[in-house]
């Protein structure tokens, strides 16, 4: 780091800098460097910042006043750069003629599995292993029983679920009380560990962790990064959904280099090994157990979530990618009041209003709706005789006794395959492209361009689900469900450990 600041502090000589993402990182270089002489501090910017004030004796301002003060040079002080670069630009929040530097001028080589051989070879001294597993929302948790594996395991102990909250658009968003009631029900034990105070997540290193599961490649600040936890403990991630996009649309080069420092990493298949290898650049650390998600259809089905549930049963499961950038794979802009109608006049039908978690901030991101609205639309589903909302984790018994999914979604197309229903696919002309496998899942869905052909289509299809046999023959060709996937991952690990 010192060399970095050493041709950081060069480079802007003379010059008005404004430091951006103020958290462990910052930190870390202000307790180590003093700034006051390498650098013209204008100020400093965070999203945790909500108005004008001082932090570390420094200006501190919002994200939004970027563009309201006179600044020559803005360092990102994350390891996340593109993601926070391409942020800043898409919100247009800085001047045409600001300069944007990386705080890794020269990037730290870091060899991650070399560290976890250490940390392997130091488990022998160690009476039991402490397993931290990491939720920010749980509409994405699939490690209930991997979870309580490993509970149940003497060899391990396993510490409260650690929530974070989700960081969208410049925005906070505390999912932790919502999430800690998910896993109440569940009877887990979950601890909030953002620190309100700072504003920032914590350091999971003083929860003294030996093993780390990570929910997603997101939402991480720099000392919770594989790359650095890899200093105390193994890292594990298992993907929260089922891969179906291409190479190019997949995963930014912050997210590659998480899969890259990870210990191990779960594929869906053997399909997925080669292509995480290909789109992230992955080596020695994948090995294809199988979907934790896809468990779920070798359990039995423990409730029925529908109202009325003797009708068709259809699932109206939107995606969030809005707009004009990123993976445009959403149609709710054009789509979302047809919906809604067509429940209100169809009552011989039930239906699931099925959104993804960020939805809700990408249609005010993206001026659909204010806030309020967009909750009023919401209790609209769920008000409905013969209609509901389903906006949290542990899905799948309400896709098994489903009848028919409708979705621009890209993972669920995969993961409600093996219910052999009938999926109908909301395309749009510019959305993100999909992968080998995606395109042989695509020859066993009913394609629509828009909402006028979906009721015609729904009647033909009660008729005659002229593509059913094709689903059937793909899901014995394609998918990797000959056995509890939870299961082969605690083995696996099991035996890397102790054997």
Same mark, same amino acid.
């Given at each position: 780091?010192?060399?970095?600041?050493?041709?950081?502090?060069?480079?802007?000589?003379?010059?008005?800098?404004?430091?951006?993402?103020?958290?462990?990182?910052?930190?870390?270089?202000?307790?180590?460097?003093?700034?006051?002489?390498?650098?013209?501090?204008?100020?400093?910017?965070?999203?945790?910042?909500?108005?004008?004030?001082?932090?570390?004796?420094?200006?501190?301002?919002?994200?939004?006043?970027?563009?309201?003060?006179?600044?020559?040079?803005?360092?990102?002080?994350?390891?996340?750069?593109?993601?926070?670069?391409?942020?800043?630009?898409?919100?247009?929040?800085?001047?045409?003629?600001?300069?944007?530097?990386?705080?890794?001028?020269?990037?730290?080589?870091? =060899?991650?599995?070399?560290? &976890?051989?250490?940390?392997? *070879?130091? +488990?022998? $001294?160690? #009476? @039991?292993?402490? %397993? /931290?597993? !990491?939720?920010?929302? =749980?509409?994405?948790?699939? &490690?209930?029983?991997?979870? *309580?594996? +490993?509970? $149940?395991? #003497? @060899?391990?102990? %396993? /510490?409260? !679920?650690?929530?974070?909250?989700?960081?969208?658009?410049?925005?906070?968003?505390?999912?932790?009380?919502? $999430?800690?009631?998910?896993?109440?029900? /569940?009877? !887990?034990?979950?601890?909030?560990?953002?620190?309100?105070?700072?504003?920032?997540?914590?350091?999971?290193?003083?929860?003294?962790?030996?093993?780390?599961?990570?929910?997603?490649?997101?939402?991480?600040?720099?000392?919770?990064?594989?790359?650095?936890?890899?200093?105390?403990?193994?890292?594990?991630?298992?993907?929260?959904?089922?891969?179906?996009?291409?190479?190019?649309?997949?995963?930014?080069?912050?997210?590659?280099?998480?899969?890259?420092?990870?210990?191990?990493?779960?594929?869906?298949?053997?399909?997925?090994?080669?292509?995480?290898?290909?789109?992230?650049?992955?080596?020695?650390?994948?090995?294809?157990?199988?979907?934790?998600?896809?468990?779920?259809?070798?359990?039995?089905?423990?409730?029925?979530?529908?109202?009325?549930?003797?009708?068709?049963?259809?699932?109206?499961?939107?995606?969030?990618?809005?707009?004009?950038?990123?993976?445009?794979?959403?149609?709710?802009?054009?789509?979302?009041?047809?919906?809604?109608?067509?429940?209100?006049?169809?009552?011989?039908?039930?239906?699931?209003?099925?959104?993804?978690?960020?939805?809700?901030?990408?249609?005010?991101?993206?001026?659909?709706?204010?806030?309020?609205?967009?909750?009023?639309?919401?209790?609209?589903?769920?008000?409905?005789?013969?209609?509901?909302?389903?906006?949290?984790?542990?899905?799948?018994?309400?896709?098994?006794?489903?009848?028919?999914?409708?979705?621009?979604?890209?993972?669920?197309?995969?993961?409600?395959?093996?219910?052999?229903?009938?999926?109908?696919?909301?395309?749009?002309?510019?959305?993100?492209?999909?992968?080998?496998?995606?395109?042989?899942?695509?020859?066993?869905?009913?394609?629509?361009?828009?909402?006028?052909?979906?009721?015609?289509?729904?009647?033909?299809?009660?008729?005659?689900?002229?593509?059913?046999?094709?689903?059937?023959?793909?899901?014995?060709?394609?998918?990797?469900?000959?056995?509890?996937?939870?299961?082969?991952?605690?083995?696996?690990?099991?035996?890397?450990?102790?054997?």
């Amino acid at each position: 780091m010192k060399e970095n600041i050493e041709i950081l502090s060069k480079k802007c000589k003379n010059k008005s800098v404004v430091f951006y993402c103020i958290g462990n990182l910052f930190e870390e270089i202000y307790e180590n460097f003093n700034l006051n002489k390498l650098f013209n501090i204008k100020a400093l910017c965070d999203i945790k910042f909500e108005s004008n004030g001082f932090y570390k004796g420094f200006p501190s301002i919002p994200t939004k006043e970027l563009k309201d003060i006179s600044f020559e040079y803005l360092i990102i002080v994350s390891p996340d750069f593109d993601t926070k670069e391409k942020f800043l630009k898409e919100n247009n929040f800085l001047n045409k003629k600001t300069k944007i530097l990386n705080i890794q001028q020269k990037k730290e080589k870091i =060899n991650s599995q070399k560290k &976890y051989e250490k940390i392997i *070879k130091n +488990f022998k $001294n160690k #009476e @039991k292993l402490k %397993v /931290l597993f !990491i939720c920010e929302q =749980n509409e994405k948790w699939s &490690y209930t029983n991997l979870y *309580k594996a +490993f509970k $149940n395991d #003497e @060899k391990f102990e %396993v /510490l409260p !679920i650690a929530l974070f909250p989700v960081t969208s658009k410049g925005e906070i968003i505390y999912t932790q009380e919502e $999430n800690k009631n998910f896993f109440n029900n /569940l009877n !887990i034990d979950s601890i909030d560990c953002f620190d309100y105070e700072k504003k920032q997540n914590i350091d999971i290193k003083t929860l003294k962790p030996d093993i780390v599961f990570y929910q997603q490649p997101w939402y991480l600040n720099n000392c919770n990064h594989p790359k650095f936890v890899s200093d105390y403990a193994l890292t594990i991630m298992s993907p929260y959904g089922y891969t179906t996009l291409s190479e190019k649309n997949w995963g930014s080069n912050s997210t590659k280099e998480i899969y890259q420092n990870l210990w191990l990493f779960f594929a869906e298949s053997p399909y997925h090994v080669k292509f995480y290898k290909k789109a992230a650049k992955m080596k020695n650390n994948l090995v294809a157990l199988g979907s934790l998600k896809l468990d779920n259809y070798l359990e039995p089905i423990k409730q029925n979530p529908w109202k009325n549930p003797q009708n068709l049963k259809i699932i109206y499961a939107p995606h969030h990618s809005l707009g004009l950038d990123g993976l445009k794979m959403s149609t709710f802009d054009v789509n979302y009041k047809n919906f809604l109608d067509f429940a209100k006049n169809n009552q011989n039908y039930s239906f699931v209003f099925k959104p993804h978690p960020m939805l809700k901030n990408a249609v005010v991101e993206h001026n659909l709706m204010i806030k309020e609205e967009y909750e009023n639309y919401s209790k609209e589903w769920q008000n409905l005789k013969n209609s509901s909302i389903y906006n949290k984790g542990e899905y799948f018994d309400l896709f098994k006794t489903s009848d028919i999914l409708i979705t621009d979604c890209s993972s669920f197309l995969a993961e409600y395959y093996p219910t052999k229903k009938p999926i109908i696919f909301l395309n749009r002309k510019d959305r993100a492209p999909f992968d080998s496998f995606g395109e042989k899942l695509k020859k066993g869905f009913y394609e629509v361009q828009n909402f006028n052909e979906i009721e015609n289509l729904i009647k033909e299809i009660i008729k005659n689900d002229k593509l059913f046999k094709t689903r059937e023959k793909i899901i014995k060709k394609e998918f990797f469900m000959d056995d509890l996937t939870y299961k082969k991952i605690h083995s696996y690990i099991v035996n890397r450990l102790f054997s």
